[in-house]
């Protein structure tokens, strides 16, 4: 990929381990919210997401992301794999229920964040999509934008935002922060009629705007990673990762 750091074993590894759990959560309440009857996932790694959903029972997932991807390590069938740069535009005739991008974003540069929406909402009429917000840290992080940030890059398409994830989660101390605090359900105003009334107690109005639902120490957290370096916040990240990859994941519950 010209724009996109290229994920290492390691860090597949534990991107792996850390997702199953939250998938199995986050899938299953979704579901009681939303029709799923088709996935496509926008930087799906080796499809722990998609192989969740799978086993759920949706019909049709399909998972887009780079060649440096080992197949021999995907958790979905190969013929669901779109092996695509995520720096271009992405483009296919066919139309899923949910789209979904999840922690991707900010590994793009900013001049791709308004085109990458704009491949979500070609491809489904919701969006289940969450981005690092400044602070957060990690490997090759160049666009990290506060929720609306991209909640703007969404309403240009008329989807609408409801905030329906963050407070399901808000105790699930076992779910990865950043999709804790990150995630957010859109739609499009056309097929808001498809979301379930509890969930649609969630939907923002008018101009009214994303909060931040961040702990007071998770905000101090943030303040401190945004002062260091990026080469720093790399090196910490690859370290990171090496802690919970190879022979340190095994045992560890998927």
């Given at each position: 990929?010209?724009?996109?750091?290229?994920?290492?074993?390691?860090?597949?590894?534990?991107?792996?381990?850390?997702?199953?759990?939250?998938?199995?959560?986050?899938?299953?309440?979704?579901?009681?919210?939303?029709?799923?009857?088709?996935?496509?996932?926008?930087?799906?790694?080796?499809?722990?997401?998609?192989?969740?959903?799978?086993?759920?029972?949706?019909?049709?997932?399909?998972?887009?992301?780079?060649?440096?991807?080992?197949?021999?390590?995907?958790e979905i069938d190969p013929a669901d794999f779109i092996t695509d740069d995520l720096a271009r535009e992405f483009r296919r005739d066919e139309r899923f229920g949910?789209?979904?991008?999840?922690?991707?974003?900010?590994?793009?540069?900013?001049?791709?964040?308004?085109?990458?929406?704009?491949?979500?909402?070609?491809?489904?009429?919701?969006?289940l999509f969450s981005a690092a917000t400044p602070g957060q840290g990690g490997e090759h992080q160049v666009n990290e934008r506060p929720a609306e940030y991209w909640?703007?890059?969404?309403?240009?398409h008329d989807f609408v935002a409801i905030d329906c994830v963050r407070p399901m989660l808000a105790r699930e101390r076992g779910i990865p922060a950043w999709y804790?605090?990150?995630?957010?359900?859109?739609?499009?105003?056309?097929?808001?009629?498809?979301?379930?009334?509890?969930?649609?107690?969630?939907?923002?109005?008018?101009?009214?705007?994303?909060?931040?639902?961040?702990?007071?120490?998770?905000?101090?957290?943030?303040?401190?990673?945004?002062?260091?370096?990026?080469?720093?916040?790399?090196?910490?990240?690859?370290?990171?990762?090496?802690?919970?990859?190879?022979?340190?994941?095994?045992?560890?519950?998927?």
């Open positions: 990929m010209n724009d996109m750091y290229l994920y290492d074993s390691a860090f597949q590894n534990m991107a792996s381990t850390g997702s199953a759990h939250a998938a199995r959560r986050i899938a299953a309440a979704l579901l009681t919210v939303l029709p799923v009857r088709g996935v496509i996932d926008f930087g799906c790694a080796r499809g722990t997401w998609l192989r969740v959903w799978k086993e759920l029972g949706v019909a049709r997932i399909a998972g887009v992301d780079g060649d440096y991807v080992d197949r021999a390590k995907l949910l789209a979904q991008s999840l922690e991707v974003a900010e590994h793009l540069s900013a001049t791709r964040a308004r085109s990458f929406v704009a491949d979500f909402v070609a491809h489904a009429p919701a969006v909640q703007g890059l969404f309403a240009e804790r605090y990150n995630m957010v359900l859109y739609v499009d105003r056309v097929h808001l009629d498809q979301v379930s009334p509890f969930a649609r107690q969630f939907q923002l109005r008018g101009d009214e705007k994303l909060n931040d639902p961040l702990p007071k120490l998770y905000k101090i957290r943030k303040n401190v990673i945004r002062a260091l370096p990026q080469n720093v916040c790399d090196l910490l990240a690859r370290i990171n990762a090496r802690r919970f990859s190879g022979d340190e994941l095994k045992g560890v519950s998927s």
